[in-house]
């Protein structure tokens, strides 16, 4: 009552109120977190006049009581907490509060973490200036094996799946855990008692899994837990996320063509942003890096794509097309193969690579037609089958007396 309190940043949450402003109260309410409070998120009687803005007021008993109403700013949106049950009230990647508080420098965020995003102030207790900056342990990152875009390439590969978390700032014992999100299987990453009461070094941890017991595809969670209680976590994503593998429309595989400059052709994807196309001479590890064989990548946001000329000659190819959506989901339809045809020589009728006895019996059963019956037979361009074009082919077979063998 009578104040003109100054209520900034804060996570507010479980009470009967969230802020009941009385009397004459001038408060500022702004930058907060208000949710699931049982009464009311704000209330304001006859009196008071505060200044509301920028606050995430959301699933309260009733979310402004009274006189109160929505500020500048004000948002109405499950915060997206890290793990609220278990009393972790820190922001997950990509909570609609992140960069949603006052705009003015003076509010902006200068920790990094608990604050996250740009230097805008985040709302609630973990954004602002006054935001206390975490000692350790921080989860640097975090990572899935790219062997697992899909159950395709699982496959192919034949590889073990590697899961693994980067960590610093470990002060206390601590305990490393890979769990499916929201339930489902765990992983003990690492526990480990005989971290002291020191710094440790940055470290990558790691964990490896047989195909022979995969991980379930979705969203897991890496959580680092210290022995004094302290819990971080950042989430990753192994699998496709269900998104359908892009079919295959042209060539089919394993199919000979005669272009070195082909435009290779695939079915569209639902919820794919991109596509990535390799291209390989031999056989590609999927498992692996772009590796031996590699001759051309591109990314298109197209269904199509033409290879550029000079990087087919005759030959065969190996190719995989990834569908890429959004949060690092992929999809692929695992490696297809074609062939390039060689250029075939106007004297080589049977195309089979040699000029021979062959070439030259096909050539004369169109002797005196026209030359449309077979434009290969026509080596003078007369426009007519005759006994000179069966002679300059003697002269150009690649056998001696044009031998088939």
Not at 58 to 76: C, F, K, R
Request: proline share 6%; glycine share 10%; aromatic share 8%.
């Amino acid at each position: 009552n009578f104040s003109s309190a100054v209520i900034v940043n804060n996570t507010i949450i479980k009470n009967e109120d969230g802020i009941d402003c009385e009397g004459s109260s001038q408060a500022t309410v702004m930058n907060n977190i208000i949710v699931n409070n049982y009464e009311s998120g704000i209330d304001v009687d006859d009196e008071a006049n505060p200044f509301i803005a920028y606050n995430n007021v959301w699933s309260n008993g009733e979310d402004y009581e009274d006189l109160a109403s929505p500020g500048t700013g004000d948002i109405s949106v499950d915060p997206l907490f890290v793990d609220p049950d278990g009393g972790d009230y820190h922001l997950q990647e990509g909570s609609p509060c992140i960069d949603s508080g006052n705009p003015v420098s003076e509010y902006n965020d200068v920790n990094f973490p608990p604050s996250k995003g740009s230097e805008r102030n985040d709302i609630g207790c973990y954004g602002g200036p006054s935001a206390t900056r975490i000692i350790g342990p921080v989860i640097i990152d975090c990572w899935v094996s790219t062997c697992n875009l899909s159950s395709s390439l699982t496959e192919i590969c034949g590889a073990p799946i590697l899961l693994q978390l980067g960590l610093k700032g470990v002060k206390t014992n601590i305990a490393l855990v890979i769990a499916k999100s929201p339930s489902g299987q765990i992983f003990s990453l690492y526990d480990d008692g005989t971290h002291g009461d020191f710094e440790s070094n940055d470290g990558v941890y790691s964990l490896m899994i047989a195909l022979s017991n995969p991980p379930e595809k979705g969203e897991w969670i890496f959580r680092a837990t210290t022995s004094d209680g302290r819990t971080v976590q950042r989430s990753a994503y192994l699998g496709n996320n269900n998104m359908p593998t892009p079919e295959l429309v042209y060539p089919n595989n394993e199919e000979r063509i005669d272009a070195t400059m082909p435009t290779l052709r695939w079915t569209s994807v639902l919820g794919s942003e991109d596509y990535w196309i390799g291209v390989w001479n031999k056989v590609p590890d999927p498992c692996g890096a772009i590796g031996e064989g590699f001759i051309w990548q591109s990314e298109t946001d197209n269904t199509e794509i033409t290879i550029p000329e000079g990087i087919l000659t005759a030959g065969s190819y190996y190719w995989i097309i990834v569908a890429n959506g959004q949060e690092d989901w992929q999809s692929s339809a695992g490696i297809y193969s074609f062939s390039v045809k060689k250029a075939q020589r106007i004297s080589d009728v049977d195309n089979e690579g040699d000029i021979d006895q062959n070439d030259l019996n096909i050539l004369l059963t169109y002797r005196n037609q026209p030359a449309s019956e077979c434009p290969e037979c026509d080596l003078d361009g007369d426009g007519i089958i005759t006994v000179l074009d069966a002679r300059k082919l003697v002269l150009l077979c690649t056998r001696p007396r044009c031998a088939t063998e």
